[in-house]
């Protein structure tokens, strides 16, 4: 018979020896549909309301998908078959999404924007709801609680749950990789693991798939003090996760060799533009930020959360020197490699010189299991009764009013700041209404042939979605000196749709440099879109006058409030302020107005 193995050797044992045993569950504080309910509603929220933040989304990702839906768009330099660094099956399922709207009645082009969104936030729900029952039932269910609670009432959760966007798409996939490498019941998953994350890589985002890293070094850590049989299991288990990667990778590559007609890797495309560009391009061609920037940003988007999770790290080692739990190294293993994706996302991409508020889209669920993790490490600490100790002396209630009223705190900012984005930035998602005909008798306005252009407003675009069939979106010259989105073809040619993806197009280039055949003139336009400021004293630029108050030329059809931020406080601009008396003006918020306008008839 052989010897026991050292207690030492027992406690860096590999889980895979013992997958089949059973173990016994443990209860979560509520049930997995339960938390998907809560997940959705906040889901729908933001499909419902949330503004578009970002002109990438617009350009990069709507109108293409308009365009396979309706055969025609708007088109961005990356889908030109000249550098092809955006991914037709990406833009294609969100297309068949919305397409699906066309078979319910009452179907308009708005309803396909809102249906794909409804998708979105559907899918993020469901991988919300993995990961939420897997850290239940992996760590604690009270911090899966708190992930629960820190998700739904973030800011950020609002912007990226419903958006149309890689690093959103990245951020679901995350989560179903992340919640199969944490979930060893029935097996380690280290093959599912590494196939949703290629997925978050290839039909998402490719740096997404980096998040991956510590739950690898994690296997090979454990598979390092492990015995032989276990080793070739991990190497069988990384295989087969590696080769579902290369499968989605072949169909990802068919789809777009038929849209692009060329061998295309586009996941390379990307990273090569990103890292490696060497023509004088690169993503520093559109702004560079200080170091600091993601700082500020997550604190506005997740208040305490962001300090939370900043300290798990920090707080995981302290508890350990103070209070071990004598689990051994596994267990605190286990949670560094939790912790350990957000540290890591945020070191690297705050590095970078180009920064972007989506870039950190996919490390959000990390973000809150950090601060999930921190909280529940200071409430354990708080909560003790041992009168030996500080937390010991404190009285029971009062402990618990200070950590209600903390939580109430950060959700009360939370939703301050939730609806001082939505009252101050989503008028460009209302004024549109009248082309389709209102709701109390207005006819709508204009014909199919019509143009409505845009000025130095053409980034506040929501999609031609908004548009009525036929009606296009064009540019008018304004102070913007970079280049703008030209067209996809409409010709008719080889199987007699989609050409646009792989004809050559002209005009288009990786440098951000201007091209004059973007613009039509003023005369040309039935409909314009732009926004005024009253309290602005300084001279209008030439190329970007008043034009809403050009009464000569154009009426106005629809205007809707919009937050002049360059007069208004930044706490006004950072959170709601009511319009009370009592607010100092000082404090109050400014406003313009965002306007359609139509060309007067002669």
């Known amino acids: 018979m052989a010897p026991n193995p050292p207690q030492d050797q027992r406690q860096f044992e590999h889980p895979a020896s013992s997958h089949a045993k059973k173990k016994r569950k443990r209860p979560l504080p509520i049930e997995p549909i339960t938390a998907f309910y809560f997940f959705f509603a906040a889901a729908m929220m933001a499909a419902l309301f949330a503004p578009i933040q970002d002109c990438d989304e617009t350009f990069n990702y709507w109108e293409p998908a308009h365009y396979l839906s309706h055969g025609y768009g708007l088109q961005t330099w990356e889908y030109s078959p000249d550098y092809a660094i955006r991914s037709w099956l990406y833009v294609g399922l969100h297309s068949v999404v919305g397409n699906l709207r066309r078979l319910l009645p009452h179907s308009s082009k708005v309803s396909e924007f809102y249906f794909i969104r409804y998708g979105l936030a559907f899918l993020c729900a469901i991988c919300q709801t993995l990961l939420f029952k897997v850290i239940g039932l992996t760590m604690n269910g009270r911090i899966g609680m708190i992930f629960l609670f820190a998700t739904i009432t973030s800011p950020g959760n609002f912007h990226a749950s419903a958006s149309f966007l890689p690093s959103s798409f990245a951020m679901y996939m995350c989560m179903i990789g992340a919640a199969s490498f944490m979930n060893w019941r029935g097996g380690i998953k280290t093959a599912h693991g590494i196939f949703w994350f290629a997925v978050a890589g290839i039909l998402g985002w490719p740096f997404a798939s980096a998040l991956c890293a510590p739950f690898l070094l994690e296997e090979l850590v454990l598979v ?82 962001f300090v939370l999770a900043l300290l798990a790290l920090p707080l995981f080692l302290l508890q350990k020197v103070i209070s071990p739990s004598g689990h051994g190294f596994q267990s605190g293993l286990r949670t560094v490699v939790f912790v350990a994706p957000f540290y890591m996302w945020l070191a690297i991409f705050t590095a970078q010189p180009h920064k972007e508020e989506r870039f950190m889209y996919p490390v959000y669920p990390f973000l809150t299991l950090n601060a999930a993790i921190s909280l529940h490490i200071i409430l354990a600490a708080i909560g003790s009764t041992d009168p030996s100790t500080i937390a010991g002396k404190i009285p029971a209630r009062l402990k618990l009013f200070a950590v209600g009223a903390v939580m109430l705190l950060a959700l009360d900012v939370s939703l301050l700041r939730l609806y001082g984005i939505y009252s101050a930035y989503s008028a460009p998602l209302k004024v549109y209404s009248r082309l389709w005909g209102s709701n109390h008798g207005q006819p709508r306005l204009g014909s199919e042939a ?79 879109v732009d926004t005024q400021y009253p309290l602005r004293t300084e001279p209008l630029p030439p190329n970007e006058p008043d034009y809403i108050a050009d009464n000569d030329a154009w009426d106005i059809v629809q205007c809707e409030p919009f937050l002049d931020a360059a007069n208004t406080h930044i706490l006004a601009r950072t959170l709601w302020v009511p319009e009370l008396d009592v607010i100092p003006e000082k404090y109050k918020r400014k406003w313009g107005r965002h306007c359609l306008l139509q060309r007067k008839k002669a």
């Open 224 to 305: 390092f003090f492990s015995d032989k049989d276990a080793f070739i299991d991990a190497i069988v288990r990384f295989l087969r996760g590696v080769i579902a990667g290369f499968i989605v990778l072949f169909v990802d590559f068919l789809i777009n060799l038929f849209f692009y007609k060329k061998i295309v890797v586009v996941s390379w495309n990307i990273v090569k533009y990103n890292i490696f560009s060497s023509t004088g391009g690169g993503p520093n061609l559109y702004g560079t930020e200080p170091w600091t920037f993601y700082i500020k940003n997550l604190a506005l988007n997740f208040n305490i959360w």
């Open 450 to 528: 019509d143009l409505v252009c845009f000025g130095k407003e053409w980034y506040r675009f929501p999609s031609s979605f908004f548009l009525p069939k036929d009606m296009h979106a064009k540019f008018v010259r304004s102070e913007f000196k970079g280049l703008l989105p030209g067209e996809f073809s409409e010709a008719r040619i080889g199987f007699g749709f989609w050409g646009g993806t792989w004809l050559p197009t002209s005009g288009l280039n990786d440098r951000n440099e201007e091209d004059p055949g973007k613009y039509v003139d003023k005369e040309a336009c039935s409909f314009l």
